[in-house]
C-alpha cells in the first residue's frame, strides 16, 4: 500500500537466531501496529507504538520486542526466533482517533517469515 | 474482554448475494469495519459504519447493525469472482486507537 512498507517481504530463519522485521511509513501517522497472521486465528496484535519511543503490548507480546526512535520506522525483532514464530507479518499504521470519524488502519504487504 | 466472531468460511453461487455475519463483544465501540485480504496481499479497508446507523450502503455492499445484539452483517450484491478473499469484522475496542479484528471469513464463489 502507498505509504508504507515492510522489509523484507520473505525470510527464512533458523531456530535460535533474533530476526528483525521493519515497517517504514511516509504518511506521518502517529500510531503504528505489529500484528501476525495465522490460519483460524485471525489478526492477533503483538505491539503497538503511540509515537516516538512510545509502546505498548499487545495479546501476544512474548518473544517479541520493538523500537520507535522515529515517527517513520517500526521495528520488530524476535530475540531467538521459534517454530512456533513462523508467521505473517504485518505492520499497520493510523492517525489515531479523531471525534467524528474513523480511524481505520492502512496495512503493509505483509513479512512472510519461516523460522526452520 | 473484546472479542469478534465470525464463522471461517462462505461458499456462494457467482450472481448470488454473499452474507457474511459477525458479532462483537464492546458495547462501546464506536466504529465497525470490513476489511478484505486478497491472497498475498494485506487487508484493506471495504467500508465502515458508525455505531448510531443502522444500515449504509455503498454499491453493491450493504452493512446491517442490530447494536442491541451486537450483530453485524455485510451483504455483497450480484458476487464476482474477484469479490473472492477473506473478509475481516473488526471494531474499534474501546481503548484509543486500537482496532479488534475477527478471525476472518473465507469467501468462494461457485461458477
Known amino acids: 500500500d502507498a505509504g508504507i512498507t515492510q522489509s523484507p517481504r520473505h525470510k527464512v530463519t533458523e531456530t535460535g537466531t533474533p530476526v528483525t522485521l521493519r515497517c517504514h511509513q511516509t504518511?506521518?501517522?502517529?500510531?503504528m501496529y505489529w500484528y501476525r497472521q495465522d490460519p483460524g486465528h485471525g489478526l492477533r496484535l503483538i505491539h503497538y507504538?503511540?509515537?516516538?519511543?512510545?509502546?505498548d503490548k499487545g495479546e501476544v507480546s512474548d518473544g517479541y520486542s520493538v523500537s520507535r526512535s522515529k515517527t517513520e520506522d517500526f521495528l520488530l525483532t524476535l530475540e531467538s526466533a521459534t517454530s512456533s514464530q513462523t508467521s505473517v507479518y504485518f505492520c499497520?499504521?493510523?492517525?489515531?482517533?479523531?471525534?467524528?470519524?474513523?480511524?481505520?488502519?492502512?496495512f503493509g504487504s505483509g513479512t512472510r517469515l519461516t523460522v526452520v | 474482554g473484546e472479542d469478534v466472531e465470525q464463522s471461517l468460511f462462505l461458499s456462494v453461487r457467482e450472481g448470488d448475494s454473499s452474507v457474511i455475519n459477525c458479532t462483537y463483544t464492546?458495547?462501546?465501540?464506536?466504529?465497525l469495519y470490513w476489511y478484505k485480504q486478497e491472497p498475498g496481499a494485506g487487508l484493506q479497508l471495504l467500508t465502515y459504519?458508525?455505531?448510531?446507523?443502522d444500515m449504509k450502503q455503498d454499491q453493491r455492499l450493504t452493512v446491517l447493525l442490530n447494536k442491541k445484539d451486537k450483530h453485524l452483517s455485510l451483504r455483497i450484491a450480484d458476487t464476482q469472482t474477484g469479490d473472492s478473499a477473506i473478509y475481516f469484522c473488526?471494531?474499534?475496542?474501546?481503548?484509543?486507537?486500537?482496532?479488534?479484528f475477527g478471525s476472518g471469513t473465507r469467501l468462494s464463489i461457485r461458477p
Open positions: 464492546d458495547s462501546s465501540s464506536t466504529y
Open positions: 473488526a471494531e474499534s475496542g474501546g481503548s484509543a486507537s486500537k482496532i479488534i
Open positions: 507504538s503511540y509515537g516516538v519511543k512510545d509502546t
Open positions: 459504519i458508525f455505531s448510531n446507523m
Open positions: 499497520a499504521i493510523s492517525e489515531g482517533q479523531k471525534r467524528g470519524r474513523p480511524y481505520g488502519y492502512t
Open positions: 504518511e506521518n501517522h502517529r500510531y
